[in-house]
């Protein structure tokens, strides 16, 4: 069956980095396209980044320039490689999967930015 799974949060300072993993079975990971969301707790789910099947990136306003996507389809696992952490980053970070017309997802991890 479809598993992503996250892993690479943690508690960091401000101005800090984190790099978040998303690993994948299940599917044909090279045919997906991977995006990654935060949710704090109250509130809904946000996307944060984008990236297709041929390597095509978009990122949401707040983390543009500090946040970088990526994926390596030959290990199955797409990255968030987070820069210049700020307090407002602190969240649960989702990873997910769309492939072949439905969204998986991951259980997510857990970032915390403070001092």
């Known amino acids: 069956q479809v598993q992503l799974v996250e892993s690479g949060g943690d508690l960091v300072q401000p101005g800090g980095s984190l790099r978040l993993s998303c690993g994948a079975s299940?599917?044909?990971?090279?045919?997906?396209?991977m995006r990654w969301y935060r949710q704090v707790p109250g509130k809904g789910r946000i996307w944060v980044s984008i990236?297709?099947?041929?390597?095509?990136?978009v990122y949401a306003d707040s983390v543009k320039g500090r946040f970088t996507i990526s994926r390596d389809n030959a290990k199955n696992t797409a990255y968030l490689q987070m820069t210049n952490l700020k307090p407002e980053d602190t969240a649960i970070y989702y990873c997910?999967?769309?492939?072949?017309?439905?969204?998986?997802w991951g259980q997510g991890t857990q970032v915390t930015v403070s001092s």
């Open positions: 990236i297709t099947t041929d390597n095509g990136t």
């Open positions: 997910n999967a769309y492939f072949q017309r439905t969204d998986y």
């Open positions: 299940g599917f044909t990971f090279s045919q997906a396209t």
